[in-house]
């Protein structure tokens, strides 16, 4: 089983539609979580830090669940600049080392 | 420069040739990292460097070495390369003194063994 799993989609979706990416993670050791985005096969970003109380970024929020060992990311009004690979991102030890997931391939129509 | 570099953009390398990636990062960041990235496996660890002077392995460290000589560079050589690393290579830089935890990636390189 994967340290951090996600559905690979791909997501089709139109504009400004609301999508929502879910997460699990194994190692119940992880201290941080991230949601990283990547375009085109180029360097991952950081999209945002994810906690416990939830948290939002403009169109973009995030929810973590500890005791269920779960991560998800929504993302309101979609736009096409939202098109995308999103990360799922957890970080323990202390190297503070990233495991990722596979990501979610998301398309956003016209 | 500002953030991380990497080089060389692409290469393509024949089977036991030895090769060295090069990162470098202008942050002062003391945490540094190399990941690999395969098609439907993510991101995987190979080796970090916490602070200069000190490696540790990660996920997937056979066949590649590192060394950490000062804050900026954190080279990454493969001894006698193989096919099955083709790969796209991100190095990675953390400050250590942060509370954010965020890791910042190059631009990445594209390696093909052959």
């Known amino acids: 089983r994967k340290e951090v799993e996600q559905d690979p989609g791909p997501f089709n979706v139109p504009e400004g539609a609301t999508v929502a990416f879910n997460c699990t993670y194994s190692?119940?050791?992880?201290?941080?979580f991230f949601w990283y985005r990547q375009d085109c096969r180029k360097e991952p970003k950081l999209l945002m830090s994810v906690y416990s109380s939830g948290n939002e970024d403009g169109r973009f929020t995030a929810q973590l669940n500890r005791a269920s060992q779960y991560i998800s990311l929504l993302i309101r009004d979609s736009k096409l600049s939202d098109s995308a690979t999103y990360l799922c991102v957890v970080m323990r030890g202390s190297a503070r080392q990233l495991t990722f997931g596979s990501g979610t391939q998301l398309t956003v129509l016209p | 420069i500002a953030g991380i570099t990497q080089a060389p953009t692409s290469q393509i390398l024949a089977a036991g040739r030895r090769m060295t990636l090069r990162c470098t990062q202008d942050?002062?960041?003391?945490?540094m990292y190399w990941y690999r990235q395969d098609l439907g496996l993510g991101l995987r660890l190979i080796h970090y460097?916490?602070?200069?002077?000190?490696?540790g392995k990660g996920e997937v460290p056979d066949g590649y070495s590192v060394s950490r000589a000062n804050t900026d560079d954190f080279p990454l050589t493969l001894a006698s390369a193989v096919p099955s690393q083709t790969s796209v290579y991100f190095c990675a830089s953390r400050d250590s003194g942060s509370s954010t935890d965020t890791q910042y990636f190059g631009p990445g390189t594209r390696l093909t063994v052959l």
């Open positions: 190692n119940s050791a992880s201290q941080s």
């Open positions: 942050m002062r960041h003391n945490a």
């Open positions: 460097s916490n602070t200069a002077g000190t490696t």
